[in-house]
């Protein structure tokens, strides 16, 4: 089955710098890579997703970049502020034909105002 | 939207007793999920239903978990006898599409801790 690792697991920035979590899949049929925010005692979210047929995506301060080639994908957030602090959870899936989301471990981001 | 409601948000309980965490997933949403998330393992999927038919269980971990998907609008996830090792939160999520992965909406979460 599908592996996802992520990193790193814990991520402290000033307010107003940028974040940037990284992740990696192992099964190249992997096409839906989608970005979960879960902010304390609330389930995750979803805040920006990414197909493979597209290498970038952009939604105000988010963006997400895909590299099929290497297998990874990675969050960007700038501009971070304080609301930003949350565990954000990456994911992968195949989207046909099977229907499990595969998700990394986690990255606690913490933004100190 | 309501969203998905879970029920109850917290349970203590002792070795051996049974749990069980109930689900209401979002109006219309054909497909429901059953999480367990725990600082070791992150996010695990335990079972999935679509359309009140559950298609894969191969995430439950032993024969003590069992679930349950009577009508659209209700699901059960059942521990008999629960282990302190099942400590965890429990999530119930819900998707509008059958057939392929999409956006899940998950409930706030059932956080179990047995003694």
């Known amino acids: 089955g599908e592996n996802v690792e992520q990193h790193p697991s814990t991520l402290s920035v000033q307010e107003g710098d940028s974040a940037v979590i990284k992740c990696t899949y192992s099964d190249s049929a992997s096409n839906y890579f989608p970005w979960y925010k879960q902010e304390l005692g609330k389930g995750p979210q979803l805040i920006i997703d990414i197909r493979s047929n597209v290498g970038e995506k952009k939604d105000q301060r988010i963006a997400v970049t895909l590299n099929k080639t290497a297998k990874h994908f990675s969050l960007h957030i700038t501009e971070t502020q304080p609301e930003d602090s949350a565990v954000y959870f990456c994911a992968a899936s195949i989207t046909t034909g099977a229907n499990n989301l595969f998700f990394g471990t986690g990255t606690r981001l913490t933004v100190i105002p | 939207d309501a969203g998905v409601i879970q029920s109850p948000r917290h349970e203590v309980t002792e070795m051996g007793q049974e749990v069980t965490l109930r689900c209401k997933p979002i109006?219309?949403?054909?497909?429901l999920f059953w999480y367990r998330q725990t600082m070791m393992r992150g996010l695990e999927l335990l079972i999935y239903f679509n359309n009140n038919v559950p298609i894969d269980d191969s995430g439950m971990p032993e024969d003590r978990f069992s679930a349950k998907m009577p009508n659209a609008s209700f699901s059960t996830l059942k521990i008999q006898p629960s282990e302190p090792r099942d400590s965890a939160v429990y999530f119930c999520?819900?998707?509008?599409?059958?057939?392929?992965?999409?956006?899940?909406?998950f409930g706030e979460g059932s956080r179990l801790t047995v003694l």
């Open positions: 109006s219309g949403h054909n497909s």
């Open positions: 999520a819900s998707s509008p599409l059958s057939l392929s992965i999409g956006e899940l909406f």
